[in-house]
């Protein structure tokens, strides 16, 4: 999770509308039409959570793609393994790792970029970005449960494959 720490001092004073010089928390907090900080807390939360769960769901859906190419493209390589005496899960653990890999590798990027991102605003900005440990294991979980809800498809399609038809597949 990122945390930003902003001191007091960081605001700056600024016109209102009705020409009154205050700080922007003292407008906010005169403000009159504004909604509950709780309700726009709760809102700003359901929004965050319904864009993860849809980037989550492109993210798997790229990732079972890519993977469904690779059984095609590999289907001969299958069935030389089936008929060297590969067995159905041999093969469905192979192509399920594989998943797994990828969307690690895909949350390490993403972890390397934010890393990036982080240090340009702690150097450009009076903002000061912290990466939180256990968030960052926390989605390297979420990048291998992603795989591994994806993955599935691919490596039970592999596994399935007969071994003489594999063989004849240009």
């Known amino acids: 999770m990122i945390s930003w720490k902003v001191e007091p001092s960081d605001f700056r004073r600024r ?3 009705v020409g009154e010089t205050r700080s922007w928390a003292e407008a906010a907090s005169r403000s009159i039409s ?5 309700a726009i807390r709760l809102r700003i939360r359901s929004d965050r959570l319904l864009i993860a769960t849809i980037s989550l769901f492109v993210a ?9 190419v690779t059984v095609t493209e590999r289907t001969r390589e299958i069935g030389v393994r089936k008929t060297v005496g590969a067995r159905r899960g ?8 594989e998943a797994v890999v990828l969307s690690l590798l895909g949350g ?11 240090a340009a605003i702690a150097r ?8 939180n440990v256990s968030i960052v294991a926390m989605a390297l979980a979420v990048c291998s ?7 599935v498809t691919p490596a039970v399609r592999a596994s399935r494959l007969d071994p ?4 004849r597949h240009e």
Do not use: H, K
């Open 145 to 151: 449960c992603v795989g591994i809800i994806f993955g």
């Open 164 to 167: 003489i038809e594999a063989l």
């Open 15 to 17: 016109r209102s509308v």
């Open 34 to 38: 504004a909604p509950p900080p709780t």
């Open 124 to 131: 450009y900005s009076v903002l000061t970005p912290q990466i």
């Open 108 to 118: 390490l990027i993403g972890i390397g970029i934010s890393w990036i991102i982080c």
């Open 60 to 68: 798997g859906i790229g990732i079972m793609n890519i993977m469904l």
């Open 90 to 97: 041999d093969i469905f653990v192979q192509f399920l790792t």
